[in-house]
């Protein structure tokens, strides 16, 4: 089955750093992934928008992380990666990775795409 995998969150203090990872895995191979992105959620707040990066390299970042975190993406790997610094504590938040399309080769079975597949999220927590 298609997945995302995140890892990388965890607790810091503010001020501190973290970096996240997201990796694409699928039954064969991946032939090509879109725009993959990181959202966050924290408690009681609406699902957010933070980074996102093209295939081509284009990225966009929202104005509550600009200039803090840099999204960047392995694409032979099929990862992303979201390096966070100067932690805030209103950072905290479960993060998701997402990818608005995955084209793959399934084993015996042929070309298949998966789209605006989620990662299962992980926590970010920042103490002041």
């Known amino acids: 089955q298609v997945q995302l995998v995140e890892s990388g969150g965890g607790l810091v203090e503010a001020g501190g750093s973290l970096r996240l990872s997201c990796a694409a895995s699928?039954?064969?191979?991946?032939?090509?992934?879109?725009?993959m992105s990181w959202y966050r959620q924290a408690p009681g707040k609406e699902r957010e928008w933070v980074a996102s990066?093209?295939?081509?390299?284009?990225?966009n970042y929202a104005d509550s992380v600009k200039g803090r975190f840099t999204i960047s993406r392995d694409n032979a790997n099929r990862t992303t990666f979201l390096q966070m610094h100067s932690l805030k504590p209103e950072d905290t938040a479960v993060y998701y990775c997402t990818a608005d399309r995955i084209l793959f080769r399934e084993h015996g079975v042929g070309d298949k795409e998966a789209i605006d597949y989620w990662g299962q999220g992980t926590q970010v927590t920042v103490s002041s």
């Open positions: 699928v039954p064969g191979s991946i032939l090509r992934i879109n725009t």
């Open positions: 990066i093209t295939s081509g390299g284009s990225i």
